[in-house]
């Protein structure tokens, strides 16, 4: 089993910055792929980022290429997602998951199906 727990969503203006923090527990975080997703009121969830076990590969949507950053310390067992240049459509709630044991090894896909265990979620809100 692992346990995710997300933290550092907020309300910010656009332009501005947010780092959300993915806390794991159950296994060492070096053990499985992380995911962060997105799903905006009535819209589809959607794969944001993702960063494989071990050997650091990520990945982004095409949408956040250049603005935001995934990125692990595995001795705190935490992935970071930090945002900037945030825009309005940036706007939802925000979840992480882990996939364990890697659904491909030394990667990491943007597809929830293939994530085992996600966290309760939260909420990033741009709005000026």
């Known amino acids: 089993q692992v346990h995710l727990v997300e933290s550092g969503g907020d309300l910010v203006q656009p332009g501005g910055s947010l780092r959300l923090s993915c806390a794991s527990s159950?296994?060492?975080?070096?053990?499985?792929?992380i995911g962060w997703f997105r799903q905006a009121p009535g819209k589809e969830r959607e794969a944001v980022a993702c960063?494989?076990?071990?050997?650091?590969?990520?990945f982004y949507t095409n949408s956040v290429k250049g603005r935001f950053t995934i990125s692990r310390d595995d001795a705190k067992n935490t992935v970071y997602l930090q945002m900037n240049s945030l825009k309005p459509e940036d706007t939802g709630e925000y979840y992480c998951a882990a996939d364990s044991p890697p659904t491909i090894s030394n990667t990491c896909v943007m597809f929830g199906r293939y994530y085992d265990y996600w966290g309760q979620g939260t909420q990033v809100t741009v709005s000026s």
């Open positions: 960063i494989s076990s071990a050997n650091g590969v990520t």
């Open positions: 159950g296994r060492t975080s070096d053990d499985y792929a």
